[in-house]
Nanobody
Framework: QVQLVESGGGLVQPGGSLRLSCAASGSIFSIYVMGWYRQAPGKQRELVASITDGGTTNYADSVKGRLTISRDNAKNTVYLQMNSLNPGDTAVYYC???????????WGQGTQVTVSP
């Protein structure tokens, strides 16, 4: 089993920044892909950004240029640096990791990000 612990959410004003972290622990040899998803009230969960073990990144169009995903393989940790935040970024952010391309992903418990004056 794999456990994910997220941190870094909170309340921030428009234009502000936050950094989310997600640390994975448990029966881990390597992690294929790590990603961040978000779910706003009344909306479906959507991919925000992902990063593979090779460093290939993928971003939702709505966050390109403002959010940056990175990972520390030695710590099994993924980060999401969020800059120039706007109210549209308000959501619960979830970490997801897949150990291989062929196995289901594991989800974190979610961390709330609220962007408001």
């Amino acid at each position: 089993q794999v456990q994910l612990v997220e941190s870094g959410g909170g309340l921030v004003q428009p234009g502000g920044s936050l950094r989310l972290s997600c640390a994975a622990s448990g029966s881990i040899f390597s992690i294929y892909v790590m990603g961040w998803y978000r779910q706003a009230p009344g909306k479906q969960r959507e991919l925000v950004a992902s990063i593979t073990d090779g460093g290939t990144t993928n971003y939702a169009d709505s966050v390109k240029g403002r959010l940056t995903i990175s990972r520390d393989n030695a710590k099994n940790t993924v980060y999401l640096q969020m800059n120039s935040l706007n109210p549209g970024d308000t959501a619960v952010y979830y970490c997801n990791v897949k150990l291989t391309p062929f196995t289901p992903g594991y989800w974190g418990q979610g961390t709330q990000v609220t962007v408001s004056p």
